[in-house]
């Protein structure tokens, strides 16, 4: 049966097909928890059989949802960079594996992903955005822990996942995150190089106020001085591969004599290592670099980079599995829209993937 204005199949058609009444179509395709997966399946293929698509705006007026998430990547007001943000972001290999693991649990879900960036000047207009429930909630990137827009994404009462832990700024407790175990990731790459026989150690970091660069740094200070070193020298970046240039330079210029250099992401590293050769130093032969991330951009350099390698996809996964844990809860009726019942937060271990730069 279909409507006679638009000639479109109606749920009365699918039920015809299916056997069963419209209220159990309306069920099934509203995603009612309660029906036997056998009635399910019969309904599905007859949905595909009689081509029939749901009415979206409709659907939300049962189920409160819009079908859809935000991927949103802030940025905090005061960052500086060569690169504009929206070149920076869509050139980075870190968002598009985010991307690609949080479409796995989203799209056999019928969830759509939007990708939202916001730097200041539009962190206005994403708070809008979520709170005019354009999307059942938020997966927010952010590199900060001076960003004021986490707290207010999170204060708009919609379900928010952090890519990272973050304190202060405001930001309530227990808001679930997915995280890496940064501090581990950073006693790695200092090992590696020590172990080597490097002694000269540097770091290009990206900001120092992203929690993780600071636990980086921090752990591969530490392990460093532990074994009987000087503290490593330090150059400032912006996770980009013209930053990792950039600090590279300084470094030669300031220490000459550096023979191993740990880059906060691949992306410096790989930049460091095109600076170190543009000067005539090998590498790894002269200099030893190591990245973070094993990102697509570690496989691609010129050597391939050794680097510590954090599951992107995998993080990415699973903060998808807390937001929709969080989605249904409010649905539920269960109060807490901050997260899920299962853990608040889950940390993921890094490992050391050695190839050719170091």
Request: aromatic share 4%.
């Amino acid at each position: 049966m279909a409507s006679a204005s638009s000639g479109r199949p109606t749920l009365e058609a699918v039920a015809s097909v299916a056997g069963v009444s419209r209220a159990t179509v309306s069920r099934v395709i509203n995603g009612v928890p309660t029906v036997d997966p056998a009635i399910v399946d019969v309904v599905r293929r007859a949905v595909e059989k009689t081509g029939y698509v749901p009415n979206l705006a409709a659907r939300s007026l049962v189920t409160r949802r819009s079908g859809s998430v935000a991927l949103v990547v802030s940025e905090p007001p005061g960052h500086r960079s060569p690169l504009p943000f929206l070149e920076r972001i869509f050139t980075d290999p870190y968002l598009g594996r985010v991307t690609a693991g949080a479409q796995e649990v989203l799209r056999p879900r019928d969830i759509h992903l939007a990708i939202v960036p916001a730097d200041p000047p539009a962190h206005d207009q994403v708070v809008r955005y979520v709170r005019q429930g354009h999307v059942d909630g938020v997966l927010l990137i952010t590199s900060s822990a001076a960003d004021p827009l986490p707290a207010r994404l999170v204060g708009l009462g919609a379900p928010v996942v952090l890519s990272a832990r973050i304190a202060g700024g405001g930001m309530p407790d227990g808001v679930p995150a997915v995280d890496l175990d940064q501090a581990a990731g950073g006693r790695l790459a200092a090992e590696h190089l020590l172990a080597t026989g490097r002694r000269n150690l540097a770091v290009v970091t990206g900001p120092t106020d992203a929690p993780f660069m600071r636990a980086r740094l921090d752990a591969f200070a530490a392990t460093v001085t532990a074994a009987g070193l000087g503290s490593p020298a330090v150059a400032g970046a912006d996770f980009t591969r013209p930053g990792g240039e950039a600090a590279a330079r300084t470094l030669l210029a300031e220490v000459p004599a550096v023979d191993g250099i740990f880059a906060g992401n691949d992306l410096m590293a790989d930049g460091v290592s095109t600076a170190l050769q543009a000067a005539g130093r090998r590498v790894p032969d002269d200099v030893a670099v190591v990245g973070f991330d094993d990102s697509s951009a570690a496989a691609q350099a010129h050597p391939p980079l050794t680097t510590i390698r954090q599951p992107v996809a995998a993080m990415a996964r699973t903060m998808a599995e807390l937001l929709l844990d969080g989605i249904d809860a409010r649905e539920a009726g269960a109060g807490d829209t901050t997260g899920p019942v299962r853990d608040r937060v889950v940390t993921f271990a890094p490992r050391l993937v050695v190839r050719e730069s170091a």
